[in-house]
């Protein structure tokens, strides 16, 4: 059986149609006319995939928009990319700007620019340290958030939940110019309605309920309600409203 496949690129303006290949490149304004199989897609200038694709690697450091699904391996952005379907990525890396309007599956999870879903966000472990937007529920055994951004889920759950300040805040440092970059003309920080873990800690964090065995409540929270059935710590400038033992 020969599984020889041929690799197409795009310096200037052009199209390729879909189909399998080896490598596809596109550093000018480029266009996938169909679904896409492929082994490894790199986008350095603007590129639409109009179809389906279905790519080992994925590395876009320029423009890229995914008119549907997106399954990969890898995936890497450092410009902006745009997935109209879901994404199902064993890894994403996210240095620049992506938006997908369904939900994100992975594995493994690195936000250190700005993601924003339309659904939910699952995956084995989730770190971020830019800003994000889930309309959904964000979902990992491992949540590490170190608040470089301001940050949304609409809930929140896992085994071990970490959100803490960001380099600034940690110092005591205030940088209202990077403040306003990252997170979008506010303060970073993390707001949701529910949190539910087995180990909570948090920082500069905002929700309505807050579940865990061991629960710490560290400053610059605000929590309606506090539910925990082993240990709960409150920093003396968080404010929890109601502290229930369960």
């Keep these: 059986m020969n599984d020889k496949r041929n690799s197409a690129s795009i310096s200037g303006a052009g199209t390729i149609s879909g189909g399998t290949y080896s490598r596809v490149s596109i550093s000018g304004a480029g266009k996938v006319t169909g679904d896409i199989v492929a082994d490894e897609l790199r986008i350095s200038g603007a590129g639409k995939v109009a179809g389906r694709a279905e790519v080992q690697e994925i590395v876009t ?121 990252f997170a979008g003309g506010g303060t970073a920080a993390l707001e949701t309605k529910q949190i539910e873990g087995d180990e909570v800690s948090l920082e500069d964090t905002e929700a309505e309920v807050v579940r865990g065995k061991k629960v710490e409540i560290g400053p610059g929270c605000r929590i309606g309600r506090v539910e925990y059935s082993e240990s709960l710590k409150v920093a003396s400038d968080a404010v929890v409203k109601e502290r229930v033992k369960v």
């Design 61 to 181: 450091s320029g423009s890229a928009a995914f008119a549907s699904d997106v399954i990969a391996d890898e995936m890497r952005v450092s410009g902006s990319a745009r997935v109209d379907g879901q994404a199902r990525v064993k890894e994403l890396k996210c240095s620049g700007t992506f938006k997908v309007e369904k939900g994100v599956a992975a594995e493994y999870v690195k936000v250190s620019g700005s993601l924003r879903a339309g659904e939910d966000v699952e995956a084995e472990i989730f770190k971020a340290s830019g800003g994000f937007r889930i309309e959904g529920l964000l979902t990992a055994d491992k949540i590490e958030i170190k608040l470089g951004g301001r940050c949304y889920a609409k809930e929140i759950g896992g085994e071990r939940i970490d959100v803490r300040r960001g380099g600034w805040r940690e110092k005591g440092i205030l940088l209202d110019g990077l403040v306003k970059l």
